[in-house]
């Protein structure tokens, strides 16, 4: 039930998307066409204002970007203490948060195999959301910041990195320049005057998985679009991220639910 509502949220959201000519490029202008929509949830999903349901009090452009966040699952790693398994990387301990269930199972099956682990229930994929995700990646960066003063501070903690989708990763250097192929690390997709209208503002959706955008335009008939990619920890540190909202992956919604069927252990968080 809870994955057929999920789906059903994805599929009204995909209904509530309007074209507009009004993103340019990477700037953001009104749009003259108000759609009276209402925010169900803590999704960027749309239902008709008749419903006239409100879970929030703030409006969706005026919320902090950790609330926009948390629609958004993430999977890490657990031991057999129900702790995040450490990695050793440059000396460093870090454990991975993976935007990709399918990267995150990959990584489960090296280290079965390279341990020899007899017991796979030993270790397992737990999810937390990304709102979670970006309060331990805040950590990361004032840690990196504390090692530039004391070089004794990495042998002492523990470091969250975010691990992007190697598949999103190769479907945006398609649309990349060499240069910024470069320096793009978790790609987020969109199209210009592509938006939904939430609190009576225009917001752009930013798709984690871009097969998710090309199934949107196609169900509303758009075509000669141009897919535009976002660096998307660039955005959610800066200040224009207001105008934006996050559309999970449909396939990692797929994964959570059925996570959920088997039940995951009591973990770290």
Same mark, same amino acid.
């Not at 009104?30 to 349901?53: A, D, E, Q, T, W």
């Not at 657990?78 to 990695?87: A, D, G, Q, R, V």
């Given at each position: 039930?809870?994955?057929?509502?999920?789906?059903?949220?994805?599929?009204?959201?995909?209904?509530?998307? #309007?074209?507009?000519?009004?993103?340019?490029?990477?700037?953001?202008?009104?749009?003259?066409?108000?759609?009276?929509?209402?925010?169900?949830?803590?999704?960027?999903?749309?239902? *008709?204002?008749?419903?006239?349901?409100?879970?929030?009090?703030?409006?969706?452009?005026e919320? *902090?970007?950790?609330?926009?966040?948390?629609?958004?699952?993430? !999977? +890490?790693?657990?031991?057999? $203490?129900?702790?995040p !398994?450490i990695?050793?990387?440059?000396?460093?301990?870090?454990?991975y948060?993976?935007?990709? *269930?399918?990267?995150?199972?990959?990584?489960?099956?090296?280290?079965? %195999?390279?341990?020899?682990?007899?017991?796979?229930?030993?270790?397992?994929?737990? $999810?937390?959301?990304?709102?979670?995700?970006?309060?331990?990646? %805040?950590?990361?960066?004032?840690?990196?910041?504390?090692? $530039?003063?004391?070089?004794?501070?990495?042998?002492?903690?523990?470091y969250?990195?975010? +691990?992007?989708?190697?598949?999103?990763?190769?479907?945006?250097?398609?649309?990349?320049?060499?240069?910024?192929k470069?320096?793009?690390?978790?790609?987020?997709? !969109?199209?210009?005057?592509? !938006?939904?209208n939430?609190?009576?503002?225009?917001?752009? *959706?930013?798709?984690?998985?871009?097969?998710?955008?090309?199934?949107?335009?196609?169900?509303?008939?758009?075509?000669?679009? #141009? +897919?535009?990619?976002?660096?998307?920890?660039?955005?959610?540190?800066?200040?224009?991220?207001?105008?934006?909202?996050?559309?999970?992956?449909?396939?990692?919604?797929?994964?959570?639910? %059925?996570?959920?069927?088997?039940?995951?252990?009591?973990?770290?968080?």
């Amino acid at each position: 039930m809870h994955f057929l509502f999920l789906v059903f949220l994805f599929n009204v959201l995909v209904e509530g998307i #309007k074209i507009s000519n009004g993103f340019k490029g990477n700037t953001l202008r009104g749009n003259n066409l108000i759609l009276k929509r209402n925010l169900v949830g803590n999704r960027l999903c749309m239902f *008709p204002s008749r419903f006239s349901i409100f879970f929030w009090k703030k409006k969706y452009h005026e919320r *902090p970007i950790d609330e926009k966040l948390s629609v958004i699952p993430v !999977y +890490i790693i657990t031991n057999n $203490n129900n702790s995040p !398994y450490i990695f050793n990387e440059q000396d460093r301990q870090i454990c991975y948060m993976f935007l990709c *269930p399918d990267d995150a199972e990959n990584m489960l099956n090296e280290i079965i %195999k390279s341990n020899g682990m007899q017991n796979r229930n030993n270790i397992k994929l737990y $999810n937390i959301n990304m709102q979670k995700a970006y309060e331990l990646i %805040k950590e990361f960066m004032h840690l990196k910041k504390l090692e $530039n003063q004391n070089s004794d501070v990495k042998n002492n903690i523990v470091y969250w990195k975010l +691990i992007p989708s190697k598949r999103q990763t190769q479907n945006a250097s398609v649309f990349l320049s060499y240069r910024k192929k470069s320096e793009l690390v978790f790609p987020v997709f !969109y199209v210009d005057g592509f !938006y939904v209208n939430k609190d009576r503002a225009n917001i752009v *959706p930013l798709f984690f998985d871009i097969e998710d955008l090309r199934d949107t335009l196609n169900k509303k008939g758009v075509k000669n679009y #141009k +897919i535009k990619v976002l660096n998307f920890v660039d955005l959610i540190f800066s200040e224009n991220h207001k105008s934006f909202g996050f559309v999970p992956s449909s396939k990692s919604l797929e994964y959570l639910d %059925k996570l959920n069927k088997l039940g995951t252990r009591r973990s770290y968080f």
